[in-house]
């Protein structure tokens, strides 16, 4: 994990009246896995919508590693919902970023069917989005994220609609394909559980404004499996991060 792939500093975003975040300061290195964690309402998504250029802070810098020639090529952001087309095939909306950046449809599509079976989608090529599972869906739409070629993933609560077993398993199936492709993340979760389980360090942030109030390495050996939730170790991250969370939220 050589040098910083994004850094924020003195981040302070309002909304007319309303504060929403102020003097925020995080990075993200090469190959990490980095989450933000708080209340609703602490700016989380606001972040996101700063990193991505979609809105602009009234102070503070935003610095993105210049691996590629222009911004929106070096992040990817996957939204809570999957945003796959209805009318299009499985194959196809998976396709999108390489048709989008000029590839052939054709070289698009083999390319995609070579990494199907690695996001479990094989033989689910030509189904619609209707004809899918909420898990299938949201892999579909991480699948898309991945083939973006980005140097910053940014998923914004990917699993947060999916009922607790099928959320489980798309957490244990996201590390192996993150420690498979390398890719730098930036994750937001609600679940203290999940940020532990999939995060080399976590930022937490306070209610309105957002501000950071913890920032807290998570140094449990990888490659991570299910057990490790159980262990002594993860439950005294639980510990800090519920206690972190108790003292800097409204609703304590």
Known sequence: MDGYVLQLKNIKKSYGELEVLEDINLEVKQGEFVTLLGPSGSGKSTIFRIITNLTQPEQGLVSITPNKSEQNQRIAYMPQKDTLLPWKQLIDNIALPLIIKGEDKHKARQTVRTMMKTFGLEGFESYYP???????????????????????????????????????????????????????????????????????????????????????????????????????????????????????????
């Open 130 to 252: 209707n004809q899918l599972s909420g898990g299938m869906k949201q892999r579909a739409a991480l699948m898309r994220t991945f083939l973006t070629d980005s140097d910053l993933m940014l998923l914004d609560e990917p699993f947060a609609s999916l009922d607790a077993i099928t959320r489980t398993n798309l957490q244990e199936w996201l590390l192996g394909v993150w420690q498979q492709f390398e890719r730098s993340v930036l994750f937001i979760t609600h679940s203290i559980e999940e940020a532990i389980y999939l995060s080399d360090r976590i930022y937490v942030l306070s209610s309105q404004p957002g501000q950071i109030v913890l920032s807290l390495p998570i140094t449990i050996e990888r490659p991570r499996d299910l057990s490790v939730m159980t262990s002594p170790e993860f439950n005294q991250y639980r510990d800090i991060l519920y206690k972190t969370l108790r003292e800097n939220s409204y609703d304590q």
